[in-house]
T-cell receptor, first 114, second 116 residues
Framework: AQSVTQPDIHITVSEGASLELRCNYSYGATPYLFWYVQSPGQGLQLLLKYFSGDTLVQGIKGFEAEFKRSQSSFNLRKPSVHWSDAAEYFCAVGENTGFQKLVFGTGTRLLVSP | GAVVSQHPSWVICKSGTSVKIECRSLDFQATTMFWYRQFPKQSLMLMATSNEGSKATYEQGVEKDKFLINHASLTLSTLTVTSAHPEDSSFYIC????????????FGPGTRLTVL
């Protein structure tokens, strides 16, 4: 069965500093990978996704992620964090099946210090 | 585009009563809808997957008689928590997908259920 590991429960970054959130997955086939952000009182918003092709994926809000098959990783990055980026971030892997079931990691809470 | 709504956003009910939560895709037709449960400071756990006009597929450990799911149209799915108990208190989130394979899920804002 597929699984997702986000090793960092929470991370604090200074505003303007770079960010990298780690995600490792376990899946037998080529995975569909996603990063979602959850802000208080709001639904999960898709930041970016990887299905195939270029392993460096650009998303919204200045985020990008790189798929590394050899490391089973899909880390999320942003070169300069803004205070509004403070939220909970979830990595997810999707089954390559008709129903596209998602398995989520436990999330990383990003805190942004002034 | 791709907006999913949930109603209500929060609900408080007495133990033993039933609660219905609606999930609607507002600007697209959702072939598949998903229901998740999220415990405080934890991840989302998939409860069930539903396709319009067919019975929902429940994940292992989820009681289908307790969590009734109806996907009556391509824009509406409902989750009914029957005979709710305090342990059913949680954050319930739905998502909708326009396709049946490889498509992105779009998430609703969630419904906070508190059972007294």
């Amino acid at each position: 069965a597929q699984s997702v590991t986000q090793p960092d429960i929470h991370i604090t970054v200074s505003e303007g500093a770079s960010l990298e959130l780690r995600c490792n997955y376990s899946y037998g086939a080529t995975p569909y990978l996603f990063w979602y952000v959850q802000s208080p009182g709001q639904g999960l918003q898709l930041l970016l996704k990887y299905f195939s092709g270029d392993t460096l994926v650009q998303g919204i809000k200045g985020f990008e992620a790189e798929f590394k098959r050899s490391q089973s990783s899909f880390n999320l990055r942003k070169p300069s964090v803004h205070w509004s980026d403070a939220a909970e971030y979830f990595c997810a892997v999707g089954e390559n099946t008709g129903f596209q079931k998602l398995v989520f990691g436990t999330g990383t809470r990003l805190l942004v210090s002034p | 585009g791709a907006v999913v709504s949930q109603h209500p956003s929060w609900v408080i009910c007495k133990s033993g009563t039933s609660v219905k939560i609606e999930c609607r895709s507002l600007d697209f037709q959702a072939t598949t809808m998903f229901w998740y449960r999220q415990f405080p400071k934890q991840s989302l756990m998939l409860m069930a997957t539903s396709n319009e006009g067919s019975k929902a597929t429940y994940e292992q450990g989820v009681e289908k008689d307790k969590f009734l799911i109806n996907h009556a149209s391509l824009t509406l799915s409902t989750l009914t928590v029957t005979s709710a108990h305090p342990e059913d208190s949680s954050f319930y989130i739905c998502s909708a997908s326009p396709g049946s394979g490889g498509d992105t899920q779009y998430f609703g804002p969630g419904t906070r259920l508190t059972v007294l």
